[in-house]
Every structure is written in C-alpha cells, then in structure tokens.
C-alpha cells in the first residue's frame, strides 16, 4: 500500500512538471540575439571580399551608401535554421526600398554544398559568400554561427548581434540609417 502511494505521488510530481515545462515553453517569447559590444564598433568595417556560392564576385565596399547586414551561418546550426525565415523576411523588405539595408550571408566553417542545399532549403535569395579556410570570419573575430554585424551607409561597424536575430530586430536598428540614407540622396 505505502509503495503504491509512494509511486502515485512520484508520478504525480513528474506529470506536473511535465506540465509546466509545456507551459514554459509555450509562453515564452521569440528569444532575440544578444547585443555584444564588439572591438568593431564604430571602426570601419573589415575587408570583406570574395565568391558566392554561385560563383559570382562580392566586395563589401561596393555597397557604400546603404546599410548592410551580415550575417555568418553554417547548414548544421539549429539557430541559423531558426533565424533564416527572419533573415528572408528582413532582405525582401528591405529589397523593395530605395536605399534599403543589402543582406549578405557568409558561410561559416561549412561545406559549401552544404550551404548551398541549406540555402535553397530555406528559400534563401540574398547572396552567400564562401569563407574557405575561415578568413572572413577571422577579420570579423566570429567564433561561432549565427553571429550578425550592422554596417552603416559609411562603412562603419555599428552593431554586432550573437544569436538568432529577428526582422523586427534588424528593423529596429536599420530603419534610422534607411531614413539617413534616403535625407542624404535626396
């Protein structure tokens, strides 16, 4: 009788966090990427240059005059898989404003048929640079993926973001350089 009663209440502990592990996870808020104060900030952005996966040629520089917003992913991170609907999401928006941010991924520590199945998997249209031997990443000092940097219209360093970002994220820190660019063009 005592191990019956022992047993019953047992269960009952476990059914209840169970339960409240359910709710936890249910109710809580779409997790954001975590500001960090990079060495970058503020600093010209490093030299970022080379071939997209499919096979076209990409200098950072030539994007001067709008935002830009990069990203590092890699086809075996969960949270760059969470994030890549909001990335899409955030290039199209941006894609139908004048002097709006250019989205530029950057394939972190990954085979590039990996990214590329990755890529199309997720319906991703912005441009994805290859990084064989990792030295994009190491001018950016990423450790790990997904890592996200801000650019400025003038090429400065004005954010880096740790995590999987969101739209409503790199909205909020790219439409007052949307409004910038658009009052210095005219």
């Given at each position: 009788?005592?191990?019956?009663?022992?047993?019953?209440?047992?269960?009952?502990?476990?059914?209840?966090?169970?339960?409240?592990?359910?709710?936890?996870?249910?109710?809580?808020?779409?997790?954001?990427?975590?500001?960090?104060?990079?060495?970058?900030?503020?600093?010209?952005a490093p030299?970022?240059?080379?071939?997209?996966?499919?096979?076209?040629?990409?200098?950072?520089?030539?994007?001067?005059?709008?935002?830009?917003?990069?990203?590092?992913?890699?086809?075996?991170?969960?949270?760059?898989?969470?994030?890549?609907?909001?990335l899409n999401?955030?290039?199209?928006?941006?894609?139908?404003?004048?002097?709006?941010?250019?989205?530029i991924g950057?394939?972190?520590?990954?085979?590039?048929?990996?990214?590329?199945?990755?890529?199309?998997?997720?319906?991703?249209?912005?441009?994805?640079?290859?990084?064989?031997?990792?030295?994009?990443?190491?001018?950016?000092?990423?450790?790990?993926?997904?890592?996200?940097?801000?650019?400025?219209?003038?090429?400065?360093?004005?954010?880096?973001?740790?995590?999987?970002?969101?739209?409503?994220?790199?909205?909020?820190?790219?439409?007052?350089?949307?409004?910038?660019?658009?009052?210095?063009?005219?």
């Amino acid at each position: 009788m005592k191990r019956r009663r022992t047993i019953a209440i047992v269960a009952g502990v476990v059914a209840a966090v169970l339960i409240a592990l359910v709710v936890l996870l249910a109710t809580r808020g779409t997790s954001q990427a975590t500001v960090i104060n990079s060495p970058l900030l503020g600093k010209p952005a490093p030299t970022t240059a080379g071939v997209t996966l499919k096979g076209s040629e990409i200098d950072l520089a030539s994007y001067r005059g709008r935002p830009v917003v990069l990203n590092f992913f890699a086809s075996w991170c969960g949270p760059c898989q969470t994030e890549a609907p909001q990335l899409n999401a955030f290039a199209y928006d941006q894609s139908l404003k004048a002097q709006g941010a250019q989205m530029i991924g950057v394939v972190f520590n990954d085979a590039d048929s990996a990214a590329k199945s990755f890529a199309e998997s997720q319906g991703v249209t912005y441009p994805l640079l290859t990084d064989p031997g990792g030295a994009i990443a190491n001018r950016w000092g990423v450790a790990s993926p997904p890592t996200t940097f801000i650019v400025s219209a003038d090429g400065k360093v004005v954010e880096e973001l740790v995590g999987p970002v969101t739209a409503k994220q790199l909205d909020r820190i790219v439409a007052p350089m949307d409004r910038l660019a658009e009052t210095a063009n005219g």
